[in-house]
């Protein structure tokens, strides 16, 4: 008895039926998606049809994201894995140049990338079989929560946060040290001033101006509401009590906006004072403090580093209060507004 042979297409027993509907884009350069953005778009849609997948363009910074930019961007540099190793989110992200600044740029790009173009990005870039997505997609969770872990490890001190380091020296009001944050290696200065010092020493600036005293930080359009109609009630009510800030905060909510905004326009001006005066504050105190430090280095006495200015370090420190107090007044102005 004679059988009739047959031909079978042998296919992989863990392929999914999506390898199949792709696989004749296998054989479409990646350089022929990133110069052709019709192409692209026209891929991109095909892939997530064949998928099931909804296909809806994120809204970033107020608009639709180019998906076929962030897709050169990414890949330009390696994939998505190599850019979250290599910690370069916020470079793809800038490089669109959003009207309103991304702060969480390494979730934004994650979440983005991650629905709309990994698993493009590994059938077309890498040109692997889709059989083996899984793997990367598992080696990226890992990743990410690797790279969780290491900005933990390295953000940014806060007040009142305590820290262990080394004391490399000691000059006449305290210590010159060094400290580990992450992997970051930070040098600075801890002061230790005595009760009587510090009196003696604010009798002494108050008398002087304090030339050394961070620039003052910048006024809210609230705060220049206040000032002006506190000196206009005053002279209308000489000898008078005058209105309680309760009374001005109620004033300040019942003013048009129309009104409002001199007071806006004058916090704005206000800024870039306290920015420039800011500049030339820590230029300044940097080279205070490296005066101590050199001086330090090459073994001179406590009192030829103290003549550098003992307060210069501390008032170096506040400047970055200063700052912060100064984006607080910013946005408290635009939630006033």
Known sequence: MSTDSSQ??????????????VSSHMSMLY?????????????????????????????????????????????????????????????????????????????VLRK????????????????????TFWEKEKALKLLIEKSANRDKDSQELKPGTVITGIIDGKFESGYLISTKV????????????????????KKAKSSQGDSHKPPKRQRTGYNFFVAEQSVRIKAENAGQKVSSPKNLGNMWTNLSESDRKVYYEKSREDGKRYKMEILQYRSLMESRVAEIVAATDAGTSASAAETADEASQENLAKTDACTSASSAAETEDEVSQ
């Open 112 to 131: 983005c990338y991650l629905k709309m173009l990994f698993e493009f990005e590994h059938l077309y870039y890498f040109q692997a079989p889709l059989s």
């Open 8 to 21: 079978f297409e042998v296919v992989p027993a863990n392929a999914s039926a999506l390898d199949n509907d």
């Open 31 to 107: 350089q022929d998606i990133v110069r052709n953005p019709e192409l692209f778009w026209e891929m991109l849609r095909d892939f997530h049809e064949s998928s099931d997948k909804k296909f809806k363009i994120p809204i970033v910074g107020g608009k639709s994201l180019d998906l076929h930019r962030l897709f050169n961007e990414v890949t330009s540099r390696g994939g998505l894995e190599k850019v979250i190793k290599d910690r370069r989110c916020k470079e793809v992200i800038d490089a669109f140049n959003f009207k309103t600044t991304i702060t969480n740029s390494a979730f």
């Open 182 to 201: 992450g992997s970051e290696k930070l040098k600075g200065m801890l002061y230790h001033i005595s009760p009587e010092t510090k009196r003696g020493k």
